[in-house]
T-cell receptor, first 114, second 112 residues
Framework: DTGVSQDPRHKITKRGQNVTFRCDPI?????LYWYRQTLGQGPEFLTY????????KSRLLSDRFSAERPKGSFSTLEIQRTEQGDSAMYLC????????????FGSGTRLTVV | DQQVKQNSPSLSVQEGRISILNCDYT??????FLWYKKYPAEGPTFLIS?????DKNEDGRFTVFLNKSAKHLSLHIVPSQPGDSAVYFC???????????FGTGTRLTIIP
């Protein structure tokens, strides 16, 4: 078990391009979360899956954002028509139960939109 | 609307002394609180948590205190070690709700 893996670690893209990030959770974890962290801020909740079902989405997740977890294993987060304000660290986390034992976070994908 | 606040962006403590990190919250619905530690280029790592039915939880060198009436919690690290230098985030949620609300973090530096 290598923990939560995120790919890529860094992504630089031009404004207007689409980007997709991947998260591989810990294998036995059925819960998967996406958070976004900007400079000087704490992580902010984006969305949450239990198995393949997306159960909650933040209002931060605009129509340009979409997340999937097709087979209840890995997840993808896609951002369409990227804007400079999308530049942030995108963190994925997983857990077996709800957060009382703490999520396990991945190292994140740092997105820079130029 | 910052529901979880960490008003000290940074803190420096001598090695061996006690580090005290503070956190305040405004949402009275929060009943579970967690502390995470983050090193550069890594994701946050869970440290310790506390339920609102307790006022103290201890795990080795780490103790979290909760004052519900003041909507305040603190993390005590004693003795502080150089490896404790990191950014510490306070987070809160409602029990059974999957969403964590994080503070802005406090950068702790342990001086050898």
């Amino acid at each position: 078990d290598t923990g939560v893996s995120q790919d890529p670690r860094h992504k630089i893209t031009k404004r207007g391009q689409n980007v997709t990030f991947r998260c591989d959770p810990i294998s036995e974890h059925n819960r998967l979360y996406w958070y976004r962290q900007t400079l000087g801020q704490g992580p902010e909740f984006l969305t949450y899956f239990q198995n393949e079902a997306q159960l909650e989405k933040s209002r931060l997740l605009s129509d340009r954002f979409s997340a999937e977890r097709p087979k209840g294993s890995f997840s993808t987060l896609e951002i369409q028509r990227t804007e400079q304000g999308d530049s942030a660290m995108y963190l994925c986390a997983s857990s077996l139960e709800w957060a009382n034992y703490g999520y396990t976070f991945g190292s994140g994908t740092r997105l820079t939109v130029v | 609307d910052q529901q979880v606040k960490q008003n000290s962006p940074s803190l420096s403590v001598q090695e061996g002394r006690i580090s005290i990190l503070n956190c305040d919250y405004t949402n009275s619905m929060f009943d579970y609180f967690l502390w995470y530690k983050k090193y550069p280029a890594e994701g946050p790592t869970f440290l310790i948590s506390i339920s609102s039915i307790k006022d103290k939880n201890e795990d080795g060198r780490f103790t979290v205190f909760l004052n519900k009436s003041a909507k305040h919690l603190s993390l005590h690290i004693v003795p502080s070690q150089p490896g404790d230098s990191a950014v510490y985030f306070c987070a809160a949620c409602e029990i059974g709700n999957e969403k964590l609300t994080f503070g802005t973090g406090t950068r702790l530096t342990i001086i050898p």
